[in-house]
């Protein structure tokens, strides 16, 4: 699929203006000049044109805020004055896997004064003595030279920092409210444990109170018994008397 018409599916209805990172790897490109690309991209941050067949950068329109750009695997040599022109904010450039052989290729990228991380693996120019120190030489912007420093420390993977820093701000509120929560829990527990003690509480005085209750009814009842027993003992004394009459 030719660069053009690779570029018109990825836009996939939204207008140039909208797009923000784009991605043609492996399309072809028919002359080695850039295609489809023009100047309506205006914020385009991320661009990635790998093993697309390019051989020059002077098609390449004007991307006043493209930060990182991917070319790696393809047929630059030089003319990357360009880049410099058009892309005035990059901060990463990738320029790995192509026919860059000697320094002075490289210093058309000292008017990027944003630059920090430019790798050039596998293009002739590594092979050269002293490469890394006299690239640091040439452009002392650049903090980072095919992965690493001046002090052979390797740069941090920009996508993991970036997960990192959304980590640490998402875990923040979410440890803020969990310690709320538990206090909250602790509270609840507390005034629950509260409640059920008095429960307990009340429970056995209405117990007492019941138990009072029924002793009450018992003492009532009590007295009219004997009551019926001096009844039973008119009635006897009653018969005892009709007996004696009849004996008479």
Same mark, same amino acid.
């Given at each position: 699929?030719?660069?053009?018409?690779?570029?018109?599916?990825?836009?996939?209805?939204?207008?140039?203006?909208?797009?923000?990172?784009?991605?043609?790897?492996?399309?072809?490109?028919?002359?080695?000049?850039?295609?489809?690309?023009?100047?309506?991209?205006?914020?385009?941050?991320?661009?990635?044109?790998?093993?697309?067949?390019?051989?020059?950068?002077?098609?390449?329109?004007?991307?006043?805020?493209?930060?990182?750009?991917?070319?790696?695997?393809?047929?630059?040599?030089?003319?990357?004055?360009?880049?410099?022109?058009?892309?005035?904010?990059?901060?990463?450039?990738?320029?790995?896997?192509?026919?860059?052989?000697?320094?002075?290729?490289?210093?058309?990228?000292?008017?990027?004064?944003?630059?920090?991380?430019?790798?050039?693996?596998?293009?002739?120019?590594?092979?050269?003595?002293?490469?890394?120190?006299?690239?640091?030489?040439?452009?002392?912007?650049?903090?980072?030279?095919?992965?690493?420093? &001046?002090?052979?420390?390797?740069?941090? !993977?920009? /996508?993991?920092? @970036?997960? $990192?820093? *959304?980590? #640490? =701000?998402?875990?923040?509120?979410?440890?803020?409210?969990?310690?709320?929560?538990?206090?909250?829990?602790?509270?609840?527990?507390?005034?629950?444990?509260?409640?059920?003690?008095?429960?307990?509480?009340?429970?056995?005085?209405?117990?007492?109170?019941?138990?009072?209750?029924?002793?009450?009814?018992?003492?009532?009842?009590?007295?009219?018994?004997?009551? &019926?027993?001096?009844?039973?003992?008119? !009635?006897? /004394?009653?018969? @005892?008397? $009709?007996? *004696?009459? #009849? =004996?008479?």
């Amino acid at each position: 699929m030719d660069m053009k018409k690779r570029i018109t599916l990825e836009l996939r209805n939204r207008s140039p203006a909208e797009i923000v990172e784009l991605v043609v790897d492996n399309s072809r490109s028919a002359d080695g000049e850039v295609e489809g690309l023009t100047d309506e991209f205006t914020e385009l941050e991320f661009l990635s044109v790998v093993n697309v067949g390019l051989s020059s950068l002077a098609k390449l329109p004007s991307l006043p805020k493209l930060r990182k750009l991917e070319l790696s695997d393809n047929n630059l040599s030089g003319s990357l004055d360009t880049l410099a022109q058009k892309c005035p904010n990059l901060t990463y450039l990738n320029l790995s896997g192509n026919k860059i052989k000697e320094l002075s290729t490289l210093e058309a990228l000292q008017n990027l004064k944003s630059l920090q991380s430019l790798d050039l693996f596998n293009c002739e120019i590594t092979s050269l003595e002293d490469y890394r120190e006299s690239v640091f030489e040439l452009l002392p912007q650049v903090t980072y030279l095919d992965g690493f420093d &001046q002090e052979d420390n390797e740069a941090p !993977d920009s /996508e993991a920092d @970036d997960e $990192d820093e *959304d980590g #640490e =701000d998402r875990a923040g509120p979410t440890g803020d409210y969990g310690e709320e929560d538990d206090e909250e829990e602790d509270e609840d527990g507390s005034e629950g444990r509260e409640v059920g003690l008095s429960f307990q509480v009340n429970q056995a005085n209405q117990e007492d109170y019941e138990d009072e209750d029924d002793y009450a009814e018992e003492e009532e009842e009590q007295p009219g018994a004997p009551g &019926q027993k001096r009844k039973r003992d008119v !009635d006897d /004394e009653g018969e @005892d008397d $009709d007996d *004696d009459d #009849e =004996d008479n």
